[in-house]
């Protein structure tokens, strides 16, 4: 019987020379992540196994981005323990304020992750590297402890959906819009615990950005872990960012999945998940006249260059919408300076929007953008649930950069082809 990719780079780091859906298995890891919010509670496991030290201080990465610059004395705590935890582990990566970024876009950016690894994170956007041909997956920390110490996980091998896609993107039209519509059509559990894997001629017309996002969010459907295929474009991002020699995976001819949902990009429109699930989704035919609050531009789903170009290019020589607060927030630091000199931040403050260093903050209620009773938001993050981003009586509707940058503009849930186009 054939393997997915998946299952065979989770046979590899097994030691095995095939696997088979529901076993389980321990397998190797490449990368063990955690952030100011899940770390502190594994660095109290770590302790408890009486283990002194790290299976390999660089594999293990510690990204303070959360509530980082610190909002509060709490958050400056958990900081602390994790700042005394790697100093004293020798830790190799360890990102804090002025070095760090928003984790899921920092790792890929900094070259930590490259094809056929497999990377556990006690956070579970960690799917976010299949993008680059990895198994990567969300755990919780008591996970991420062990995975510290010894160096393996264990994992039940998930069964596989594939996505088909063909066609390409039109204009103003992104991977957030296609992941949303997946999710539209899936629920948000019906890929539960199982390997999203994306194929199909479409895959090499989208963005290494693109990808991220798609991968980032296939947990909204319950996914286990996302998967791309390796090709040019991913090689060509890998060698960009110094990137360790990839280990290239592909799917067997005769791969078993459930089942196969064929995605024709040519069609994808832009495209709104409602309030309280990221399976709401509909396109601008069903969507009315929608006043908003608040307009969330970032995020480890929607905060690269790339997005903050898209953006840009939309609200340049405009004005935000009276009584509209826009927050842009450049996924990592480097993201900052490089929309910084290509004269995106000036196009965002001459707007009227707020810029801010990288953090996750109103993505999770933190802080950077709470909102109050009854307010509504339209944010290029990845989730929406009731008080995801504030008050329980508040609404976040998620769009890509596109969108809310034309909503920024109008004051209310817009399609960028009736800004831009």
Sequence with gaps: M????????LAAHAGRDSVQAGELILASLDLVLGNDITAPVAVKAFAALGQRAVFDRE????????????KDIKAAEQCRVCRDFCREQAVTHFYDAGRMGIEHALLPEQGLVTAGDVVIGADSHTCTYGALGAFSTGVGSTDMACGMASGKAWFKVPSAIRIELTGSLRKYVTGKDVILHIIGKTGVDGALYRSVEFTGEGVHTLSVSDRLCM?????????KNGIFPVDDVTLAYLRAHHAKAPRVYEADEDAV?????TVDLSQIEPTVAFPHLPENAKTFAEIGDIPVDQVVIGSCTN????????????MRGKT???GVRVIVIPATQQIYLDAMEQGLLKIFVESGAVVSTPTCGPCLGGYMGILAKGERAVATTNRNFVGRMGHPESEVYLASPAVAAATALTGKIMSPWEVAL
């Design 2 to 9: 054939g393997m997915t990719m998946t299952q065979k780079i």
């Design 215 to 223: 991968a980032n969010m296939v947990i909204e459907a319950g996914a």
């Design 303 to 314: 905060g690269r260059l790339e997005d903050l170009q898209l953006a840009a290019e939309i």
């Design 257 to 261: 999945y459930d089942e196969t949902l």
């Design 320 to 322: 935000c919408a009276p």
């Design 59 to 70: 594999k293990v990465v510690m990204v303070m981005d959360h509530f980082v610059p610190n």
